[in-house]
Protein backbone atom coordinates (compact mmCIF):
# COMPACT_ATOMS: atom_id res chain seq x y z
CA UNK A 1 0.00 0.00 0.00
CA UNK A 2 1.48 3.41 -1.03
CA UNK A 3 1.96 6.34 1.24
CA UNK A 4 -0.86 8.05 2.40
CA UNK A 5 -3.21 5.47 0.75
CA UNK A 6 -6.63 4.38 2.59
CA UNK A 7 -6.35 0.80 3.36
CA UNK A 8 -8.50 -1.25 2.31
CA UNK A 9 -11.53 -2.25 4.32
CA UNK A 10 -12.62 -6.21 5.11
CA UNK A 11 -15.57 -7.30 7.05
CA UNK A 12 -15.66 -10.62 8.87
CA UNK A 13 -19.33 -12.26 9.81
CA UNK A 14 -18.40 -14.65 12.74
CA UNK A 15 -14.83 -14.16 14.54
CA UNK A 16 -14.49 -17.90 15.43
CA UNK A 17 -11.63 -19.77 14.69
CA UNK A 18 -12.11 -19.08 10.56
CA UNK A 19 -13.12 -15.75 11.20
CA UNK A 20 -10.48 -14.33 13.41
CA UNK A 21 -7.61 -15.74 11.62
CA UNK A 22 -8.82 -14.35 7.95
CA UNK A 23 -8.67 -10.94 10.40
CA UNK A 24 -5.63 -11.74 11.48
CA UNK A 25 -3.69 -12.51 8.20
CA UNK A 26 -5.17 -9.74 6.37
CA UNK A 27 -4.83 -6.79 9.04
CA UNK A 28 -1.06 -8.59 9.09
CA UNK A 29 -1.19 -7.49 5.45
CA UNK A 30 -2.30 -3.53 6.05
CA UNK A 31 -6.19 -4.13 5.74
CA UNK A 32 -8.80 -1.94 8.08
CA UNK A 33 -10.76 -4.87 9.20
CA UNK A 34 -13.84 -4.52 11.37
CA UNK A 35 -16.38 -7.72 12.48
CA UNK A 36 -19.63 -9.17 14.25
CA UNK A 37 -20.58 -12.17 15.92
CA UNK A 38 -23.81 -13.49 16.70
CA UNK A 39 -22.00 -13.53 20.01
CA UNK A 40 -21.05 -10.17 21.25
CA UNK A 41 -17.95 -11.55 23.73
CA UNK A 42 -16.81 -13.36 20.91
CA UNK A 43 -16.48 -10.57 18.82
CA UNK A 44 -15.14 -8.47 21.65
CA UNK A 45 -12.37 -11.32 22.20
CA UNK A 46 -11.68 -11.14 18.49
CA UNK A 47 -11.03 -7.51 19.04
CA UNK A 48 -8.92 -7.79 22.15
CA UNK A 49 -6.98 -10.83 20.12
CA UNK A 50 -5.98 -8.50 17.48
CA UNK A 51 -8.33 -9.78 14.32
CA UNK A 52 -9.83 -6.96 14.63
CA UNK A 53 -9.85 -2.93 13.99
CA UNK A 54 -12.99 -2.54 15.03
CA UNK A 55 -16.67 -4.39 16.42
CA UNK A 56 -19.05 -3.42 13.65
CA UNK A 57 -21.19 -4.62 10.64
CA UNK A 58 -20.17 -4.74 6.81
CA UNK A 59 -21.58 -1.42 5.74
CA UNK A 60 -18.52 0.20 3.97
CA UNK A 61 -16.33 -3.13 3.17
CA UNK A 62 -14.49 -3.97 -0.10
CA UNK A 63 -15.07 -7.71 0.94
CA UNK A 64 -16.57 -9.26 3.47
CA UNK A 65 -16.27 -12.96 4.57
CA UNK A 66 -18.97 -14.88 5.62
CA UNK A 67 -17.73 -17.46 8.81
CA UNK A 68 -20.87 -18.76 9.78
CA UNK A 69 -21.90 -22.13 10.09
CA UNK A 70 -23.47 -23.04 6.95
CA UNK A 71 -27.04 -23.33 8.26
CA UNK A 72 -26.92 -19.24 8.49
CA UNK A 73 -24.50 -18.59 5.87
CA UNK A 74 -26.86 -17.95 2.53
CA UNK A 75 -28.85 -15.69 4.80
CA UNK A 76 -25.54 -14.07 6.16
CA UNK A 77 -24.11 -13.28 2.94
CA UNK A 78 -27.36 -11.83 1.19
CA UNK A 79 -27.63 -9.29 4.32
CA UNK A 80 -23.90 -8.27 3.91
CA UNK A 81 -24.78 -7.57 0.13
CA UNK A 82 -27.70 -5.27 0.42
CA UNK A 83 -25.43 -3.69 3.75
CA UNK A 84 -23.22 -2.12 0.86
CA UNK A 85 -21.19 -2.61 -2.86
CA UNK A 86 -18.64 -4.74 -1.67
CA UNK A 87 -18.06 -8.51 -2.48
CA UNK A 88 -18.70 -11.11 -0.51
CA UNK A 89 -17.43 -14.74 -0.28
CA UNK A 90 -18.02 -17.21 2.82
CA UNK A 91 -16.13 -20.20 4.07
CA UNK A 92 -18.63 -22.95 4.55
CA UNK A 93 -17.74 -26.48 3.92
CA UNK A 94 -20.89 -26.94 1.54
CA UNK A 95 -21.30 -24.85 -1.27
CA UNK A 96 -24.02 -25.87 -3.86
CA UNK A 97 -27.10 -24.91 -1.53
CA UNK A 98 -25.27 -21.56 -0.32
CA UNK A 99 -24.22 -20.50 -4.09
CA UNK A 100 -28.00 -21.63 -5.56
CA UNK A 101 -29.83 -19.27 -2.64
CA UNK A 102 -26.94 -16.16 -3.17
CA UNK A 103 -28.32 -14.59 -6.21
CA UNK A 104 -25.37 -11.72 -6.92
CA UNK A 105 -22.94 -10.92 -9.67
CA UNK A 106 -20.66 -9.86 -6.14
CA UNK A 107 -21.18 -13.73 -4.60
CA UNK A 108 -18.57 -15.88 -4.61
CA UNK A 109 -18.28 -19.21 -2.52
CA UNK A 110 -15.64 -20.40 -0.70
CA UNK A 111 -13.78 -23.20 1.77
CA UNK A 112 -10.67 -22.75 2.88
CA UNK A 113 -9.42 -26.58 3.87
CA UNK A 114 -7.84 -25.55 7.17
CA UNK A 115 -8.59 -26.18 10.91
CA UNK A 116 -6.83 -25.87 13.61
CA UNK A 117 -6.98 -28.26 17.40
CA UNK A 118 -8.02 -25.80 19.30
CA UNK A 119 -11.60 -24.40 19.28
CA UNK A 120 -12.93 -20.49 18.59
CA UNK A 121 -10.90 -17.26 18.27
CA UNK A 122 -8.13 -18.72 20.46
CA UNK A 123 -6.94 -21.14 18.22
CA UNK A 124 -7.18 -18.10 15.53
CA UNK A 125 -3.42 -17.73 13.77
CA UNK A 126 -2.34 -15.80 11.17
CA UNK A 127 -0.64 -18.06 9.14
CA UNK A 128 -3.88 -20.65 9.40
CA UNK A 129 -3.97 -20.72 5.41
CA UNK A 130 -0.03 -20.79 4.63
CA UNK A 131 -0.23 -24.04 2.12
CA UNK A 132 -3.81 -24.57 2.77
CA UNK A 133 -6.01 -25.80 -0.33
CA UNK A 134 -8.81 -22.38 -0.64
CA UNK A 135 -11.59 -23.67 -2.60
CA UNK A 136 -13.24 -21.12 -4.83
CA UNK A 137 -16.98 -22.06 -6.83
CA UNK A 138 -18.09 -19.40 -9.04
CA UNK A 139 -20.64 -20.09 -11.70
CA UNK A 140 -22.24 -18.86 -14.68
CA UNK A 141 -23.31 -15.93 -13.06
CA UNK A 142 -20.14 -14.95 -11.15
CA UNK A 143 -18.78 -11.52 -12.59
CA UNK A 144 -15.28 -12.09 -13.83
CA UNK A 145 -13.89 -9.12 -11.54
CA UNK A 146 -15.62 -10.24 -8.80
CA UNK A 147 -13.57 -13.81 -9.12
CA UNK A 148 -10.31 -12.30 -9.60
CA UNK A 149 -10.31 -9.96 -6.19
CA UNK A 150 -11.83 -12.47 -4.28
CA UNK A 151 -8.86 -14.69 -5.75
CA UNK A 152 -6.38 -12.50 -5.49
CA UNK A 153 -6.96 -11.55 -1.58
CA UNK A 154 -7.25 -15.33 -0.67
CA UNK A 155 -4.36 -16.04 -2.50
CA UNK A 156 -1.94 -13.19 -0.60
CA UNK A 157 -3.20 -15.01 2.77
CA UNK A 158 -0.60 -17.76 1.36
CA UNK A 159 -3.97 -20.00 -0.06
CA UNK A 160 -3.17 -22.36 -2.79
CA UNK A 161 -6.54 -21.57 -4.63
CA UNK A 162 -8.64 -23.47 -6.89
CA UNK A 163 -11.86 -23.41 -8.56
CA UNK A 164 -14.36 -26.27 -8.34
CA UNK A 165 -18.32 -25.92 -10.04
CA UNK A 166 -20.53 -25.68 -6.41
CA UNK A 167 -22.03 -29.05 -6.96
CA UNK A 168 -18.40 -30.68 -7.97
CA UNK A 169 -16.74 -29.11 -4.76
CA UNK A 170 -19.38 -31.16 -2.84
CA UNK A 171 -19.30 -34.14 -4.00
CA UNK A 172 -15.46 -34.01 -3.42
CA UNK A 173 -15.62 -32.61 0.18
CA UNK A 174 -17.91 -35.89 1.20
CA UNK A 175 -15.11 -38.20 0.25
CA UNK A 176 -11.95 -36.19 1.76
CA UNK A 177 -13.54 -34.99 4.58
CA UNK A 178 -17.01 -35.21 5.51
CA UNK A 179 -17.37 -38.85 5.64
CA UNK A 180 -13.37 -39.19 7.56
CA UNK A 181 -15.00 -36.85 9.94
CA UNK A 182 -17.99 -39.31 10.49
CA UNK A 183 -15.46 -42.72 10.28
CA UNK A 184 -13.12 -40.93 12.85
CA UNK A 185 -16.18 -40.01 15.08
CA UNK A 186 -17.81 -43.98 14.70
CA UNK A 187 -14.79 -45.77 15.55
CA UNK A 188 -13.95 -43.53 18.47
CA UNK A 189 -17.17 -44.32 19.51
CA UNK A 190 -17.05 -48.11 18.95
CA UNK A 191 -13.72 -47.96 21.21
CA UNK A 192 -15.40 -46.26 23.73
CA UNK A 193 -18.77 -48.70 24.37
CA UNK A 194 -18.89 -50.12 27.74
CA UNK A 195 -15.12 -49.07 28.51
CA UNK A 196 -15.67 -49.17 31.82
CA UNK A 197 -15.05 -52.74 31.28
CA UNK A 198 -12.25 -52.63 28.51
CA UNK A 199 -10.17 -49.89 29.85
CA UNK A 200 -7.13 -51.80 28.60
CA UNK A 201 -8.57 -51.02 24.81
CA UNK A 202 -8.34 -47.33 25.61
CA UNK A 203 -4.89 -47.82 27.51
CA UNK A 204 -3.68 -49.60 24.48
CA UNK A 205 -5.53 -46.85 21.94
CA UNK A 206 -2.44 -45.44 20.47
CA UNK A 207 -0.40 -44.30 17.62
CA UNK A 208 -1.97 -45.42 14.76
CA UNK A 209 -5.69 -45.09 16.13
CA UNK A 210 -4.73 -41.45 17.90
CA UNK A 211 -3.72 -40.39 14.60
CA UNK A 212 -6.75 -41.43 12.47
CA UNK A 213 -9.20 -40.62 15.13
CA UNK A 214 -7.70 -36.89 15.57
CA UNK A 215 -10.56 -35.46 13.62
CA UNK A 216 -12.72 -36.61 15.77
CA UNK A 217 -11.72 -34.15 18.21
CA UNK A 218 -13.15 -31.32 16.08
CA UNK A 219 -16.02 -29.03 17.07
CA UNK A 220 -18.87 -31.15 17.17
CA UNK A 221 -21.80 -28.06 16.67
CA UNK A 222 -21.32 -27.47 12.90
CA UNK A 223 -21.89 -31.23 11.91
CA UNK A 224 -25.19 -31.37 11.82
CA UNK A 225 -25.54 -28.22 9.58
CA UNK A 226 -23.17 -29.48 7.02
CA UNK A 227 -24.58 -33.40 7.30
CA UNK A 228 -28.20 -31.89 6.41
CA UNK A 229 -26.62 -29.27 3.79
CA UNK A 230 -24.65 -31.83 1.79
CA UNK A 231 -26.79 -34.97 2.58
CA UNK A 232 -27.33 -36.79 -0.88
CA UNK A 233 -23.12 -36.70 -1.28
CA UNK A 234 -22.48 -37.85 2.06
CA UNK A 235 -24.74 -40.50 1.93
CA UNK A 236 -23.70 -42.19 -1.52
CA UNK A 237 -20.02 -42.03 -0.38
CA UNK A 238 -21.28 -43.82 2.73
CA UNK A 239 -23.02 -46.59 1.16
CA UNK A 240 -19.97 -47.04 -1.37
CA UNK A 241 -17.39 -46.83 1.54
CA UNK A 242 -19.86 -49.80 3.66
CA UNK A 243 -19.65 -51.23 0.49
CA UNK A 244 -15.94 -51.37 -0.10
CA UNK A 245 -15.54 -52.62 4.11
CA UNK A 246 -18.49 -55.22 3.12
CA UNK A 247 -15.18 -56.47 0.44
CA UNK A 248 -12.74 -55.96 3.25
CA UNK A 249 -14.57 -58.58 5.39
CA UNK A 250 -14.87 -60.75 2.89
CA UNK A 251 -11.51 -61.12 2.25
CA UNK A 252 -10.65 -61.19 5.68
CA UNK A 253 -13.23 -63.94 6.51
CA UNK A 254 -11.81 -65.61 3.44
CA UNK A 255 -8.22 -65.40 4.15
CA UNK A 256 -7.46 -64.16 1.23
CA UNK A 257 -3.52 -63.39 1.79
CA UNK A 258 -3.21 -61.98 -1.78
CA UNK A 259 -6.30 -59.93 -2.48
CA UNK A 260 -5.88 -57.98 0.97
CA UNK A 261 -2.12 -57.56 0.20
CA UNK A 262 -3.12 -55.82 -3.47
CA UNK A 263 -6.17 -53.53 -1.39
CA UNK A 264 -2.91 -52.77 1.33
CA UNK A 265 -0.61 -51.85 -1.48
CA UNK A 266 -2.33 -49.75 -3.45
CA UNK A 267 -3.71 -47.73 -0.71
CA UNK A 268 -0.30 -48.07 0.73
CA UNK A 269 0.70 -46.14 -2.93
CA UNK A 270 -1.80 -43.84 -3.51
CA UNK A 271 -1.00 -42.16 -0.07
CA UNK A 272 2.31 -41.81 -0.51
CA UNK A 273 1.40 -40.15 -3.43
CA UNK A 274 -1.33 -37.63 -2.18
CA UNK A 275 0.43 -33.86 -2.56
CA UNK A 276 2.24 -32.19 0.07
CA UNK A 277 2.16 -28.64 0.43
CA UNK A 278 3.19 -25.63 -2.40
CA UNK A 279 6.48 -25.74 -4.10
CA UNK A 280 6.71 -22.19 -4.92
CA UNK A 281 10.74 -22.63 -6.33
CA UNK A 282 9.02 -23.28 -9.93
CA UNK A 283 9.69 -21.76 -13.22
CA UNK A 284 6.62 -19.76 -14.53
CA UNK A 285 4.69 -19.26 -17.47
CA UNK A 286 1.82 -17.01 -18.56
CA UNK A 287 -1.20 -17.78 -20.63
CA UNK A 288 -3.20 -15.47 -22.90
CA UNK A 289 -6.79 -16.63 -23.47
CA UNK A 290 -8.93 -14.14 -25.34
CA UNK A 291 -12.62 -14.38 -23.98
CA UNK A 292 -16.05 -12.73 -24.28
CA UNK A 293 -16.77 -10.50 -21.92
CA UNK A 294 -19.89 -12.06 -20.01
CA UNK A 295 -20.68 -14.03 -16.81
CA UNK A 296 -19.06 -17.34 -16.54
CA UNK A 297 -16.07 -17.44 -18.73
CA UNK A 298 -13.22 -17.32 -15.81
CA UNK A 299 -15.15 -19.56 -13.85
CA UNK A 300 -15.59 -22.05 -16.88
CA UNK A 301 -11.61 -21.61 -17.20
CA UNK A 302 -10.34 -22.04 -13.56
CA UNK A 303 -12.46 -24.87 -12.89
CA UNK A 304 -10.91 -26.28 -15.83
CA UNK A 305 -7.40 -25.70 -14.34
CA UNK A 306 -8.54 -27.85 -11.12
CA UNK A 307 -9.59 -30.63 -13.37
CA UNK A 308 -6.25 -31.30 -14.99
CA UNK A 309 -4.08 -30.40 -11.50
CA UNK A 310 -3.03 -26.96 -12.84
CA UNK A 311 -2.12 -24.72 -10.23
CA UNK A 312 -2.70 -20.97 -10.70
CA UNK A 313 -0.18 -18.60 -9.14
CA UNK A 314 -1.65 -15.49 -10.34
CA UNK A 315 -4.78 -14.13 -12.53
CA UNK A 316 -6.62 -11.37 -14.20
CA UNK A 317 -8.75 -10.03 -16.83
CA UNK A 318 -7.91 -7.62 -19.07
CA UNK A 319 -11.17 -5.63 -20.53
CA UNK A 320 -11.17 -4.52 -24.31
CA UNK A 321 -12.66 -1.12 -24.62
CA UNK A 322 -14.82 -2.63 -27.46
CA UNK A 323 -15.97 -5.55 -28.71
CA UNK A 324 -17.70 -7.15 -25.29
CA UNK A 325 -14.43 -8.84 -25.33
CA UNK A 326 -11.16 -9.30 -23.24
CA UNK A 327 -8.45 -11.79 -22.07
CA UNK A 328 -7.51 -13.65 -19.05
CA UNK A 329 -4.33 -13.42 -18.20
CA UNK A 330 -2.90 -16.89 -16.05
CA UNK A 331 0.31 -17.62 -14.78
CA UNK A 332 0.94 -21.21 -14.37
CA UNK A 333 3.94 -24.00 -13.97
CA UNK A 334 6.35 -23.29 -17.02
CA UNK A 335 5.88 -27.76 -16.93
CA UNK A 336 2.24 -27.73 -16.84
CA UNK A 337 1.94 -24.89 -19.61
CA UNK A 338 1.64 -27.49 -22.36
CA UNK A 339 -1.15 -29.74 -21.12
CA UNK A 340 -3.59 -26.17 -19.94
CA UNK A 341 -2.63 -24.78 -23.25
CA UNK A 342 -4.36 -28.49 -24.86
CA UNK A 343 -6.94 -28.36 -22.54
CA UNK A 344 -7.97 -24.89 -23.83
CA UNK A 345 -7.95 -25.56 -27.12
CA UNK A 346 -9.89 -28.51 -27.00
CA UNK A 347 -12.69 -26.00 -25.21
CA UNK A 348 -12.60 -23.81 -28.36
CA UNK A 349 -10.43 -20.80 -26.65
CA UNK A 350 -7.19 -19.98 -28.96
CA UNK A 351 -4.38 -19.70 -25.85
CA UNK A 352 -1.39 -17.47 -26.41
CA UNK A 353 1.82 -18.21 -23.98
CA UNK A 354 5.23 -16.99 -23.20
CA UNK A 355 7.62 -18.12 -20.76
CA UNK A 356 8.37 -15.41 -17.77
CA UNK A 357 11.73 -14.84 -17.08
Given at each position: MAAGEAPQRAAIVGTGL????IGLALRERGWWVTGTDQNEAVAAEALRRG??????PPSDADITFVATPVGSAAAEARKALAAGNGLVTDVGSVKAPIVAAVADRRFVGGHPMAGSEQEGVAGARADLFQNAVWVLTPNDETDDDSLVQIRSTVASLGADV?????????ALVAVVSHVPHLTAATLMALANE??????????????????MTRIASGHPGIWPDIC???SDAICSVLDRFIAALGDVRTLVADGNRSGLLELLEEARNARAHLPYG???EVSLAEVRVPVFDRPGELARITSLTTDIGVNIYDLEIAH?????????????????MASLLEALREQGYAPSSRPLS
Open positions: IGGSALDAVGVSLAPERHDRSEEHRAMLRLAAGGFRDQENLDRSVEGGQGVAILVVDDEA
